[in-house]
């Protein structure tokens, strides 16, 4: 909770004002710093939707690195993450950057699949690849199992990030409601089928029924307010197909991706953000329209820049971590866990 506190009130002394204020086509906002304006100009509604994204997109960060991040390179985190690097970001669609001026169509994202989950995903993946595997993850014997602790926990965090999510897709439409639920379930579904083939664990039903449903909003949350339903259910295909690999590619190269934000949120996010360009029901390239492709190349190149932002600041971020000796556990607390030490 501290985390999240330090990350807001950065938010609101300088984040809000890089991210929304006065962006104008350009690179970073010059405006609501200290939240001076805000009131006069009507934006409390604006300011109360980034912090949630922001936070959002902290909870993806905790959920990768869980069981190796210290204390204060949590807080640290946060502050920088909330005070400038995430609302660069948001500021160049979200706050009319130039993403969303300066192309021959602006860049589609009402719904976060870039500057939320993307940036997220891809920052948290490089984050894995610095702060290690815990130990005994990927060979030897590990003094905790790694295994799920408590169930009931675990559902009651996916519900709320499902609530979080649709509550960030709702605010672009009904028809982003409807075509989250279709593709959710079928993301879900895909994903059941798959990774539990021949298997009868609860823990692995738990992790597909619930993370490939978020799977599935997490890539239909852009395009969906203006695509048909089967379109919802054709992404929610190619989520759970993602989700799959996004599991599968962690076990495979020994990443220590602790709740598979890869194949939740990344990956989907990924190509997420380029379904505008294939399936916006006036615009897509697929669906009969006079756009030229402009609003395919506008994703692209969109996705293309937020990932590479992401995965820079982040790789500079945590590597002056690890120089530093703040970002992993002590080795006691790696190999026990935090139930087996005192």
Known sequence: MVQFTVGILAFWFLGFAFAYGDVD???????????????????????STYVLAGTMVLFILNLAVSERIQYHAYVITAFLMMVLVWPIAAAWIWGGGFLATELDAPAQDNGGTITIYLFAGAFSVVAVLLSGKRPGKFGGQPQVPFVMGNHQFYVVGC??????????????????????WVSGAAASGVALKILTFARVDLESHYITLFQGFIAGLVGVSTVGQNAQLWIGLIIGILSGLLFVLGFKLCQWLKLDDAVNVTGTFFLPAFFGGLWPGFFDDTVGVFMDSDDDGNTLVAQIISVLVVTAWAVVLSGVHFAVLKFTNILGLPEELATKGLEGVE
């Open 25 to 47: 086509g350009g690179f970073i906002g010059t405006k609501y710093f200290l939240g001076g304006e805000i009131l006069d100009d009507g934006h409390g509604a604006a300011f």
């Open 159 to 180: 519900l709320l990030t499902i609530l979080g999510i649709f509550a960030l897709n709702s605010s672009t439409g009904p028809m982003a409601m409807a075509n989250s």
